[in-house]
Protein backbone atom coordinates (compact mmCIF):
# COMPACT_ATOMS: atom_id res chain seq x y z
CA UNK A 1 0.00 0.00 0.00
CA UNK A 2 1.53 3.46 -0.78
CA UNK A 3 1.24 6.17 1.64
CA UNK A 4 -1.08 8.45 -0.34
CA UNK A 5 -3.49 5.29 0.43
CA UNK A 6 -2.33 4.96 3.94
CA UNK A 7 -2.59 8.79 4.93
CA UNK A 8 -5.91 8.66 3.23
CA UNK A 9 -7.20 5.97 5.72
CA UNK A 10 -5.53 7.14 8.52
CA UNK A 11 -5.15 5.40 11.79
CA UNK A 12 -5.62 1.96 11.99
CA UNK A 13 -4.81 -1.43 14.89
CA UNK A 14 -2.26 -1.86 12.83
CA UNK A 15 -0.71 1.98 11.78
CA UNK A 16 -0.17 5.34 13.91
CA UNK A 17 1.17 8.40 12.83
CA UNK A 18 3.62 11.04 14.97
CA UNK A 19 3.64 14.55 14.25
CA UNK A 20 7.72 14.51 14.55
CA UNK A 21 10.36 12.33 15.84
CA UNK A 22 10.72 14.17 19.10
CA UNK A 23 7.74 10.89 19.96
CA UNK A 24 10.27 8.79 19.06
CA UNK A 25 9.61 6.97 22.37
CA UNK A 26 6.03 7.14 21.52
CA UNK A 27 5.95 5.54 18.61
CA UNK A 28 8.31 2.79 19.50
CA UNK A 29 5.90 1.86 22.21
CA UNK A 30 2.56 1.71 19.81
CA UNK A 31 5.09 -0.18 17.47
CA UNK A 32 5.10 -2.58 20.51
CA UNK A 33 1.43 -2.89 21.39
CA UNK A 34 1.01 -3.28 17.48
CA UNK A 35 3.08 -6.29 16.97
CA UNK A 36 1.71 -8.10 19.65
CA UNK A 37 -1.69 -7.99 18.57
CA UNK A 38 -3.31 -11.10 16.93
CA UNK A 39 -2.01 -9.41 13.36
CA UNK A 40 1.40 -9.20 14.67
CA UNK A 41 2.29 -6.34 12.60
CA UNK A 42 2.41 -2.64 12.65
CA UNK A 43 3.67 0.74 11.00
CA UNK A 44 3.72 4.11 12.38
CA UNK A 45 4.49 7.26 10.14
CA UNK A 46 6.61 9.85 11.55
CA UNK A 47 5.74 13.99 9.60
CA UNK A 48 2.04 13.43 9.88
CA UNK A 49 -0.28 14.41 13.05
CA UNK A 50 -3.12 12.39 14.40
CA UNK A 51 -5.48 14.65 12.47
CA UNK A 52 -4.06 13.49 9.23
CA UNK A 53 -2.09 16.64 8.53
CA UNK A 54 1.09 16.07 6.57
CA UNK A 55 4.18 18.61 8.51
CA UNK A 56 7.29 16.19 7.57
CA UNK A 57 10.15 15.52 9.54
CA UNK A 58 12.64 18.03 8.82
CA UNK A 59 16.40 17.49 7.26
CA UNK A 60 18.77 15.80 9.55
CA UNK A 61 17.36 12.26 8.11
CA UNK A 62 20.91 10.54 8.68
CA UNK A 63 21.44 11.28 12.15
CA UNK A 64 17.76 10.79 12.45
CA UNK A 65 17.17 7.37 11.78
CA UNK A 66 20.98 6.29 13.55
CA UNK A 67 19.12 7.48 16.32
CA UNK A 68 16.01 5.48 15.93
CA UNK A 69 17.93 2.26 14.99
CA UNK A 70 19.60 2.56 18.63
CA UNK A 71 17.20 3.11 20.58
CA UNK A 72 15.33 0.15 18.26
CA UNK A 73 18.32 -1.76 20.05
CA UNK A 74 18.49 -0.76 23.57
CA UNK A 75 14.73 -0.48 24.10
CA UNK A 76 12.98 -4.28 22.47
CA UNK A 77 13.17 -7.75 24.07
CA UNK A 78 13.78 -9.79 22.00
CA UNK A 79 15.40 -7.83 19.28
CA UNK A 80 13.38 -6.89 16.57
CA UNK A 81 14.22 -6.52 12.67
CA UNK A 82 12.88 -3.18 11.62
CA UNK A 83 12.02 -1.45 8.08
CA UNK A 84 13.05 2.23 8.25
CA UNK A 85 12.08 4.15 4.51
CA UNK A 86 12.14 8.02 4.22
CA UNK A 87 9.03 8.84 1.78
CA UNK A 88 8.42 11.98 -0.06
CA UNK A 89 4.60 13.17 -0.36
CA UNK A 90 3.82 16.26 -0.65
CA UNK A 91 7.45 18.56 -0.38
CA UNK A 92 7.46 16.83 2.93
CA UNK A 93 9.56 14.16 4.09
CA UNK A 94 7.41 11.29 5.77
CA UNK A 95 9.65 8.40 7.96
CA UNK A 96 8.00 5.28 7.82
CA UNK A 97 8.78 2.53 10.65
CA UNK A 98 7.15 -1.33 9.91
CA UNK A 99 8.14 -4.52 11.53
CA UNK A 100 6.06 -8.21 11.48
CA UNK A 101 6.45 -10.18 14.78
CA UNK A 102 8.84 -13.24 14.09
CA UNK A 103 7.05 -16.59 13.86
CA UNK A 104 9.29 -17.48 17.00
CA UNK A 105 8.46 -14.81 19.05
CA UNK A 106 5.68 -14.69 21.43
CA UNK A 107 5.07 -10.88 22.69
CA UNK A 108 7.71 -8.03 22.50
CA UNK A 109 8.75 -6.16 25.63
CA UNK A 110 9.42 -1.98 24.98
CA UNK A 111 11.33 -0.37 27.64
CA UNK A 112 10.71 -4.01 30.02
CA UNK A 113 6.98 -3.97 29.70
CA UNK A 114 4.73 -5.83 27.04
CA UNK A 115 2.09 -3.37 25.66
CA UNK A 116 -0.94 -4.26 23.31
CA UNK A 117 -2.91 -2.14 21.48
CA UNK A 118 -6.93 -2.51 22.19
CA UNK A 119 -8.58 0.00 19.78
CA UNK A 120 -6.97 3.50 20.06
CA UNK A 121 -5.47 2.45 23.47
CA UNK A 122 -2.54 1.05 24.55
CA UNK A 123 -2.18 -1.58 28.20
CA UNK A 124 0.74 -3.60 29.21
CA UNK A 125 0.05 -7.66 29.60
CA UNK A 126 -0.27 -9.23 32.55
CA UNK A 127 1.74 -12.00 34.38
CA UNK A 128 -1.14 -14.94 32.79
CA UNK A 129 -1.32 -13.48 29.63
CA UNK A 130 2.38 -13.38 28.52
CA UNK A 131 2.24 -16.74 30.59
CA UNK A 132 -0.30 -18.17 28.30
CA UNK A 133 1.13 -16.44 24.77
CA UNK A 134 4.58 -18.21 25.99
CA UNK A 135 3.05 -21.29 26.42
CA UNK A 136 0.88 -21.13 23.21
CA UNK A 137 4.37 -20.78 21.34
CA UNK A 138 4.30 -24.74 20.87
CA UNK A 139 0.73 -24.84 20.02
CA UNK A 140 1.39 -24.57 16.04
CA UNK A 141 4.60 -26.63 15.14
CA UNK A 142 4.18 -28.76 12.14
CA UNK A 143 6.08 -31.79 12.82
CA UNK A 144 6.82 -32.61 9.28
CA UNK A 145 7.89 -29.44 8.39
CA UNK A 146 10.99 -28.71 10.71
CA UNK A 147 14.25 -31.06 10.79
CA UNK A 148 14.80 -33.28 13.29
CA UNK A 149 17.21 -31.39 14.94
CA UNK A 150 14.58 -28.51 14.86
CA UNK A 151 12.10 -30.95 16.59
CA UNK A 152 14.80 -31.92 19.47
CA UNK A 153 15.67 -28.63 20.04
CA UNK A 154 11.66 -27.64 20.58
CA UNK A 155 11.06 -31.02 22.68
CA UNK A 156 14.33 -30.03 24.85
CA UNK A 157 12.98 -26.53 25.56
CA UNK A 158 9.36 -28.46 26.43
CA UNK A 159 11.09 -30.33 28.55
CA UNK A 160 12.87 -27.41 30.72
CA UNK A 161 9.54 -26.21 31.23
CA UNK A 162 8.42 -28.90 33.37
CA UNK A 163 4.90 -27.77 32.43
CA UNK A 164 2.00 -30.56 32.03
CA UNK A 165 -0.04 -27.93 30.20
CA UNK A 166 2.97 -26.95 27.89
CA UNK A 167 2.81 -30.94 27.14
CA UNK A 168 -0.61 -31.34 26.77
CA UNK A 169 -0.53 -28.92 24.54
CA UNK A 170 1.70 -29.63 22.27
CA UNK A 171 0.70 -33.50 21.77
CA UNK A 172 -2.91 -32.11 21.56
CA UNK A 173 -1.90 -30.33 18.19
CA UNK A 174 0.00 -33.12 16.93
CA UNK A 175 -2.40 -35.49 17.07
CA UNK A 176 -4.89 -33.43 16.04
CA UNK A 177 -2.70 -32.58 12.90
CA UNK A 178 -2.79 -36.51 12.44
CA UNK A 179 -6.59 -37.10 12.49
CA UNK A 180 -7.26 -33.89 10.84
CA UNK A 181 -5.22 -35.37 7.75
CA UNK A 182 -6.91 -38.73 8.16
CA UNK A 183 -9.99 -37.05 7.96
CA UNK A 184 -9.33 -34.87 5.10
CA UNK A 185 -8.26 -38.09 2.84
CA UNK A 186 -11.31 -39.58 3.57
CA UNK A 187 -13.43 -36.87 2.70
CA UNK A 188 -11.66 -36.26 -0.25
CA UNK A 189 -10.91 -38.72 -2.11
CA UNK A 190 -12.81 -39.40 -6.04
CA UNK A 191 -10.80 -42.33 -6.84
CA UNK A 192 -11.22 -45.07 -3.44
CA UNK A 193 -8.18 -47.06 -5.20
CA UNK A 194 -5.63 -44.64 -4.69
CA UNK A 195 -6.58 -43.99 -0.55
CA UNK A 196 -3.66 -46.47 0.53
CA UNK A 197 -1.18 -45.15 -1.83
CA UNK A 198 -2.78 -41.33 -0.69
CA UNK A 199 -1.84 -42.54 3.27
CA UNK A 200 1.38 -44.08 2.77
CA UNK A 201 2.38 -40.89 1.42
CA UNK A 202 0.52 -38.61 4.64
CA UNK A 203 0.37 -40.95 7.47
CA UNK A 204 3.62 -42.86 7.74
CA UNK A 205 5.61 -39.88 7.68
CA UNK A 206 3.39 -38.89 10.95
CA UNK A 207 4.55 -42.21 12.31
CA UNK A 208 8.16 -41.58 11.62
CA UNK A 209 8.06 -38.31 13.52
CA UNK A 210 6.34 -40.08 16.30
CA UNK A 211 8.95 -42.52 16.72
CA UNK A 212 11.32 -39.64 16.48
CA UNK A 213 9.67 -38.16 19.46
CA UNK A 214 9.41 -41.32 21.40
CA UNK A 215 13.48 -41.54 20.66
CA UNK A 216 14.37 -38.09 22.19
CA UNK A 217 11.92 -38.47 25.12
CA UNK A 218 13.69 -41.67 25.82
CA UNK A 219 16.81 -40.17 25.08
CA UNK A 220 16.19 -36.84 27.71
CA UNK A 221 14.76 -39.48 30.56
CA UNK A 222 10.91 -37.49 29.63
CA UNK A 223 8.93 -40.40 31.25
CA UNK A 224 5.54 -38.28 32.24
CA UNK A 225 5.74 -36.74 28.58
CA UNK A 226 6.32 -39.98 27.06
CA UNK A 227 3.02 -41.26 29.19
CA UNK A 228 0.91 -38.64 28.00
CA UNK A 229 2.09 -39.31 24.66
CA UNK A 230 1.13 -43.03 24.51
CA UNK A 231 -2.21 -42.25 25.91
CA UNK A 232 -2.82 -39.72 22.68
CA UNK A 233 -1.72 -42.52 20.24
CA UNK A 234 -3.91 -44.82 21.93
CA UNK A 235 -6.69 -42.72 21.38
CA UNK A 236 -5.91 -42.11 17.60
CA UNK A 237 -5.72 -45.93 17.71
CA UNK A 238 -9.36 -45.94 18.84
CA UNK A 239 -10.61 -42.96 17.34
CA UNK A 240 -10.03 -43.88 13.69
CA UNK A 241 -12.05 -47.21 14.03
CA UNK A 242 -14.80 -45.03 16.18
CA UNK A 243 -14.86 -41.50 14.51
CA UNK A 244 -13.43 -42.24 10.98
CA UNK A 245 -16.26 -43.65 9.29
CA UNK A 246 -14.69 -45.61 6.53
CA UNK A 247 -17.99 -47.56 5.39
CA UNK A 248 -18.53 -45.89 2.26
CA UNK A 249 -15.48 -47.51 1.13
CA UNK A 250 -16.10 -50.54 2.52
CA UNK A 251 -14.87 -53.45 0.13
CA UNK A 252 -12.25 -50.96 -0.53
CA UNK A 253 -10.24 -50.09 2.20
CA UNK A 254 -10.40 -51.52 5.85
CA UNK A 255 -9.55 -48.94 8.74
CA UNK A 256 -7.48 -51.73 10.12
CA UNK A 257 -4.71 -50.73 7.83
CA UNK A 258 -4.26 -47.40 9.77
CA UNK A 259 -4.48 -49.26 12.95
CA UNK A 260 -1.83 -51.94 11.89
CA UNK A 261 0.60 -49.24 10.67
CA UNK A 262 0.13 -47.31 14.25
CA UNK A 263 1.03 -50.79 16.01
CA UNK A 264 4.39 -51.44 14.16
CA UNK A 265 5.67 -48.18 14.73
CA UNK A 266 4.54 -48.60 18.35
CA UNK A 267 6.52 -51.78 18.28
CA UNK A 268 9.62 -49.68 17.06
CA UNK A 269 9.07 -48.01 19.76
CA UNK A 270 9.20 -50.67 21.95
CA UNK A 271 12.46 -51.95 20.36
CA UNK A 272 14.11 -48.31 21.15
CA UNK A 273 13.18 -48.63 25.09
CA UNK A 274 14.41 -51.91 25.15
CA UNK A 275 17.73 -51.46 23.17
CA UNK A 276 18.42 -48.04 25.89
CA UNK A 277 17.50 -50.57 28.75
CA UNK A 278 14.50 -48.18 29.91
CA UNK A 279 11.63 -50.64 31.17
CA UNK A 280 9.79 -48.08 32.21
CA UNK A 281 9.15 -46.82 29.06
CA UNK A 282 8.50 -49.81 27.28
CA UNK A 283 5.64 -50.74 29.99
CA UNK A 284 3.78 -47.83 29.13
CA UNK A 285 3.60 -49.57 25.55
CA UNK A 286 2.09 -52.98 27.04
CA UNK A 287 -1.86 -53.92 28.36
CA UNK A 288 -3.42 -51.01 25.90
CA UNK A 289 -6.71 -52.44 25.44
CA UNK A 290 -9.08 -52.27 22.05
CA UNK A 291 -12.31 -50.71 23.55
CA UNK A 292 -14.04 -50.32 19.72
CA UNK A 293 -14.97 -53.47 19.64
CA UNK A 294 -18.36 -54.64 20.22
CA UNK A 295 -19.80 -57.04 22.69
CA UNK A 296 -21.01 -59.99 20.61
CA UNK A 297 -19.19 -59.36 17.81
CA UNK A 298 -16.46 -62.13 16.46
CA UNK A 299 -13.05 -60.13 18.09
CA UNK A 300 -15.13 -59.78 21.37
CA UNK A 301 -12.57 -62.09 23.15
CA UNK A 302 -9.39 -59.14 22.28
CA UNK A 303 -11.31 -56.52 23.30
CA UNK A 304 -10.21 -56.13 27.09
CA UNK A 305 -6.67 -57.65 25.77
CA UNK A 306 -3.81 -56.38 24.45
CA UNK A 307 -3.86 -54.47 21.02
CA UNK A 308 -0.46 -56.14 20.01
CA UNK A 309 -2.96 -59.36 20.20
CA UNK A 310 -5.67 -57.75 18.71
CA UNK A 311 -3.06 -56.90 15.81
CA UNK A 312 -1.60 -60.22 15.62
CA UNK A 313 -4.75 -61.95 15.55
CA UNK A 314 -6.42 -60.21 13.12
CA UNK A 315 -3.08 -59.13 10.49
CA UNK A 316 -2.98 -63.52 10.71
CA UNK A 317 -6.28 -64.08 9.51
CA UNK A 318 -6.05 -61.58 6.66
CA UNK A 319 -2.79 -63.14 5.78
CA UNK A 320 -0.92 -60.08 6.37
CA UNK A 321 1.73 -61.91 8.70
CA UNK A 322 5.15 -62.73 6.95
CA UNK A 323 6.63 -65.65 8.24
CA UNK A 324 3.84 -66.07 10.55
CA UNK A 325 5.90 -63.27 12.41
CA UNK A 326 5.27 -60.12 13.78
CA UNK A 327 9.02 -59.21 13.52
CA UNK A 328 9.15 -60.09 9.75
CA UNK A 329 6.00 -57.92 9.26
CA UNK A 330 7.13 -55.37 11.30
CA UNK A 331 10.57 -55.16 9.37
CA UNK A 332 9.14 -55.52 5.79
CA UNK A 333 6.78 -52.30 6.60
CA UNK A 334 10.30 -50.59 7.47
CA UNK A 335 11.91 -51.59 4.58
CA UNK A 336 9.58 -50.76 2.35
CA UNK A 337 9.35 -47.22 3.50
CA UNK A 338 12.68 -46.69 4.44
CA UNK A 339 12.24 -45.24 7.79
CA UNK A 340 13.61 -45.86 11.39
CA UNK A 341 15.92 -48.43 10.34
CA UNK A 342 19.00 -46.30 10.90
CA UNK A 343 18.04 -45.27 14.35
CA UNK A 344 19.26 -49.24 15.45
CA UNK A 345 22.56 -49.31 13.61
CA UNK A 346 21.35 -52.04 10.81
CA UNK A 347 18.29 -54.14 10.10
CA UNK A 348 20.03 -56.97 12.34
CA UNK A 349 20.30 -54.74 15.63
CA UNK A 350 16.42 -53.64 15.03
CA UNK A 351 15.90 -57.55 14.31
CA UNK A 352 16.69 -58.20 17.82
CA UNK A 353 15.12 -55.54 19.49
CA UNK A 354 11.82 -56.18 17.68
CA UNK A 355 12.32 -59.99 19.14
CA UNK A 356 12.88 -59.14 21.87
CA UNK A 357 9.98 -56.64 22.54
CA UNK A 358 7.34 -59.31 21.36
CA UNK A 359 9.03 -61.33 23.90
CA UNK A 360 8.48 -59.03 26.29
CA UNK A 361 5.01 -58.06 25.72
CA UNK A 362 4.04 -61.31 25.45
CA UNK A 363 5.56 -63.10 28.97
CA UNK A 364 3.83 -59.83 30.44
CA UNK A 365 0.63 -60.60 29.20
CA UNK A 366 1.28 -64.07 30.39
CA UNK A 367 2.42 -63.22 33.79
CA UNK A 368 -0.30 -60.90 34.36
CA UNK A 369 -3.36 -62.61 32.96
CA UNK A 370 -2.44 -66.21 33.47
CA UNK A 371 0.28 -66.40 36.25
CA UNK A 372 -0.99 -63.58 38.67
CA UNK A 373 -4.75 -63.13 37.48
CA UNK A 374 -7.79 -65.11 36.86
CA UNK A 375 -7.39 -66.82 32.95
CA UNK A 376 -6.91 -70.22 32.42
CA UNK A 377 -5.69 -70.30 28.74
CA UNK A 378 -2.84 -68.83 26.72
CA UNK A 379 -4.60 -68.62 23.58
CA UNK A 380 -6.67 -65.84 25.06
CA UNK A 381 -3.65 -64.04 25.44
CA UNK A 382 -1.09 -64.57 23.26
CA UNK A 383 -0.76 -65.36 19.88
CA UNK A 384 2.44 -67.12 19.27
CA UNK A 385 4.93 -65.24 16.99
CA UNK A 386 8.23 -66.94 15.93
CA UNK A 387 9.17 -63.34 16.81
CA UNK A 388 8.85 -64.42 20.39
CA UNK A 389 11.21 -67.55 20.32
CA UNK A 390 13.76 -66.86 17.57
CA UNK A 391 16.45 -68.38 20.24
CA UNK A 392 19.79 -66.23 19.05
CA UNK A 393 17.60 -62.80 19.24
CA UNK A 394 15.66 -63.56 22.51
CA UNK A 395 17.82 -65.55 24.99
CA UNK A 396 20.00 -62.70 26.11
CA UNK A 397 16.85 -60.57 26.88
CA UNK A 398 15.41 -63.97 28.62
CA UNK A 399 18.59 -63.90 30.56
CA UNK A 400 18.48 -60.37 31.35
CA UNK A 401 14.89 -61.31 32.49
CA UNK A 402 15.96 -63.75 35.10
CA UNK A 403 18.33 -62.01 36.77
CA UNK A 404 16.26 -58.78 37.40
CA UNK A 405 13.04 -60.22 37.58
CA UNK A 406 12.79 -59.94 41.69
CA UNK A 407 13.29 -55.93 40.97
CA UNK A 408 10.12 -55.78 39.23
CA UNK A 409 12.31 -54.06 35.90
CA UNK A 410 11.06 -55.86 32.96
CA UNK A 411 7.92 -58.02 34.44
CA UNK A 412 5.89 -57.55 37.87
CA UNK A 413 7.78 -58.72 40.71
CA UNK A 414 6.96 -62.79 40.83
CA UNK A 415 8.72 -65.81 42.63
CA UNK A 416 11.23 -67.93 40.70
CA UNK A 417 8.84 -70.74 40.28
CA UNK A 418 6.39 -68.48 38.85
CA UNK A 419 8.81 -67.14 36.31
CA UNK A 420 10.00 -70.69 35.45
CA UNK A 421 6.45 -71.14 34.82
CA UNK A 422 5.42 -68.68 32.67
CA UNK A 423 9.00 -69.12 30.13
CA UNK A 424 7.81 -73.11 30.02
CA UNK A 425 4.58 -72.53 29.71
CA UNK A 426 4.84 -70.20 27.28
CA UNK A 427 7.48 -72.36 25.45
CA UNK A 428 5.24 -74.95 25.38
CA UNK A 429 2.38 -73.37 24.52
CA UNK A 430 4.26 -71.35 20.91
CA UNK A 431 6.01 -75.14 20.44
CA UNK A 432 2.52 -76.82 20.27
CA UNK A 433 0.82 -74.03 17.95
CA UNK A 434 3.48 -74.44 15.56
CA UNK A 435 3.94 -78.29 15.71
CA UNK A 436 0.04 -78.28 14.64
CA UNK A 437 1.01 -76.38 11.87
CA UNK A 438 4.63 -77.47 10.66
CA UNK A 439 6.65 -74.54 8.65
CA UNK A 440 10.33 -74.99 7.73
CA UNK A 441 11.66 -71.82 9.32
CA UNK A 442 15.37 -72.08 10.43
CA UNK A 443 14.55 -69.48 13.50
CA UNK A 444 12.57 -72.49 15.57
CA UNK A 445 14.27 -74.28 17.75
CA UNK A 446 12.85 -77.64 18.69
CA UNK A 447 15.78 -78.77 20.61
CA UNK A 448 15.61 -76.51 23.65
CA UNK A 449 17.65 -73.47 25.71
CA UNK A 450 20.81 -72.92 23.61
CA UNK A 451 21.77 -70.90 26.62
CA UNK A 452 23.81 -71.87 29.90
CA UNK A 453 22.08 -69.63 32.07
CA UNK A 454 18.77 -70.04 31.31
CA UNK A 455 19.24 -73.94 30.84
CA UNK A 456 20.77 -73.67 34.75
CA UNK A 457 17.54 -71.54 36.14
CA UNK A 458 14.70 -74.15 34.43
CA UNK A 459 16.42 -76.97 36.44
CA UNK A 460 15.82 -74.60 39.69
CA UNK A 461 17.49 -77.30 41.57
Not at 287 to 296: A, H, L, Q, W
Request: charged share 30%; proline share 2%.
Amino acid sequence: MNIEKIIQIGETQSVEFKKSLSQMKEGCKALCGMLNTEVGAGMVLFGISPENDVVGIGNNLDSAQRTLVQHIRQKYDPSIKVSIQIEDYKDKKILMLSAKRSKDVRYYEYGGRAFVKEGSTKRCLSIQEKESLNNSRFDKINILEISEKELEEKLFEIFKQKNSFIEIRFLKNIFAQIFSTLKEERNNLSDKSLLIDNLNKVFIPYLNRIFIIWKISNDYDAFDFTERMIDSLHKLYIDVFVDLNFEKLKGTFDVFWIQSKIIFIVYCMGAYSILQDKSEFAKLLINRTNPFIEDGSRYDFAKNLSWFFYTIVKSNEKKLLIKKSICHTVLGFLENNNTVLDVFSGVEKLSDKLCQFDYFQCINEVIVKVILGKEKYYDTVCFPSFGNFYMKRTEPFIEEIIKTYDQEKWIPKISKDQLISAIESLYKYSENSFNKNPLEISCWVKDGWKSTAIKDFMKND
